[in-house]
């Protein structure tokens, strides 16, 4: 649990680095009817580091790259790979399983 506690503490200075290397020249603001305007990019992204550790092994390694400020480059559009539709287009045409396989994994 200790070590887990030390990766998070230089996950956040990692962060907070990449924060104070940015000058602003406003606070954030939520309320601005303009995302662009809201001066978002000078906050800190503490969900890379929970990301980072995610179950799921492209999300870990997506948010460890953008933790570590490397560009990341998807192929496809991801808001058609990973949506619902996809998804359940996926498993409703998967071929099932041999029963062969199936009793040799039982």
Sequence with gaps: MDRLAEET????KKVNKLITNKIKSEPYDPLKREPKYAQAEGEPIWELVLLARHCHPTIALW???????????YG????????LSNFLDRISYKTPKDADKINKHR
């Design 76 to 83: 496809g559009d991801p808001l058609l790979d990973f949506g």
């Design 63 to 73: 948010a460890s790259e953008l933790l570590k400020g490397v560009l990341l480059e």
């Design 9 to 12: 503490k230089l996950q956040r």
